[in-house]
T-cell receptor, first 110, second 114 residues
Framework: QKEVEQNSGPLSVPEGAIASLNCTYS??????FFWYRQYSGKSPELIMF????GDKEDGRFTAQLNKASQYVSLLIRDSQPSDSATYLC??????????FGKGTMLLVSP | DAEITQSPRHKITETGRQVTLACHQT?????MFWYRQDLGHGLRLIHY???????NKGEVSDGYSVSRSNTEDLPLTLESAASSQTSVYFC?????????????FGPGTRLLVL
C-alpha cells in the first residue's frame, strides 16, 4: 500500500510569517508530486507540482523535493489569512493515478 | 470555458437504494477519476478510467461501479447504498499519461445515506 503522510495540524502562523508544510511518501519510485489547496466545503485546487529534486518557486509558494529522503514540502512566504485552508500532498502512484495525504490544516491569524 | 461538473450537488437517499452520481467534463480529457473524502481518511480513489470503455478499480471500489461510454462522462453508481457510503464524492479529470498530469476536480457531491 503506497502511503503519503502529512501532519494533520492545525498549523497556526501569524500573518506575514512563513508556513512550512511537510509530506513524506513510501513509494521510492514515485516521480511526480503535487500540492493542492482545499478551502472548507470546496474542491481541491492545484497550487504546485514538482518532479525534480530541489526547489521550485511560484510567487509566494516554494515546493521542495528530496527523493532520497522521500520528503516533499511546501513553503508559503508572507502568509495571508486567505491562505487558511487544508493543504493536500499528492504523489503519483501509477500511470496517472494519485495517492493523497490526509492533509494539513493551516490557520493564518491576522 | 472548459469545466468539470457534478450532479446532484447534494443527495439524500435510503439504505439499499441504487444511486448514480454524474460527472461531466468538457476538457476532452482522457482520464477521469472518482474519489471519496471522509474526515480522518482524506481523498481515496474509488474508480478511474483512461478512456472510453476502460474502467479500473481504486483503493475503495467495493459497492461502487462506473462505466465510460464517451469521453465526457463517468457516472458513479452505488449499487445498494449503505450508511458507510455517506461521504463527499469528487470527480476529477486529467489529460495524457505518465503521471505528470494535473488532475482537475469537480465541485463535489455530498451524499447522505439514511
Amino acid at each position: 500500500q503506497k502511503e503519503v503522510e502529512q501532519n494533520s495540524g492545525p498549523l497556526s502562523v501569524p500573518e506575514g510569517a512563513i508556513a512550512s508544510l511537510n509530506c513524506t511518501y513510501s513509494d521510492r519510485g514515485s516521480q511526480s508530486f503535487f500540492w493542492y489547496r482545499q478551502y472548507s466545503g470546496k474542491s481541491p485546487e492545484l497550487i504546485m507540482f514538482i518532479y525534480s529534486n530541489g526547489d521550485k518557486e511560484d510567487g509566494r509558494f516554494t515546493a521542495q523535493l528530496n527523493k532520497a529522503s522521500q520528503y516533499v514540502s511546501l513553503l508559503i512566504r508572507d502568509s495571508q489569512p486567505s491562505d487558511s485552508a487544508t493543504y493536500l500532498c499528492a504523489v503519483n502512484s501509477g500511470y496517472s493515478t494519485l495517492t493523497f495525504g490526509k492533509g494539513t490544516m493551516l490557520l493564518v491569524s491576522p | 470555458d472548459a469545466e468539470i461538473t457534478q450532479s446532484p450537488r447534494h443527495k439524500i437517499t435510503e439504505t439499499g437504494r441504487q444511486v448514480t452520481l454524474a460527472c461531466h467534463q468538457t476538457w476532452n480529457h482522457n482520464n477521469m477519476f472518482w474519489y471519496r473524502q471522509d474526515l480522518g481518511h482524506g481523498l481515496r480513489l474509488i474508480h478511474y478510467s483512461y478512456g472510453v470503455q476502460d474502467t479500473n478499480k481504486g483503493e475503495v471500489s467495493d459497492g461502487y461501479s462506473v462505466s465510460r461510454s464517451n469521453t465526457e462522462d463517468l457516472p458513479l453508481t452505488l449499487e445498494s447504498a449503505a450508511s458507510s457510503q455517506t461521504s463527499v464524492y469528487f470527480c476529477a479529470s486529467s489529460d495524457g499519461g505518465g503521471g505528470k498530469e494535473t488532475q482537475y476536480f469537480g465541485p463535489g457531491t455530498r451524499l447522505l445515506v439514511l
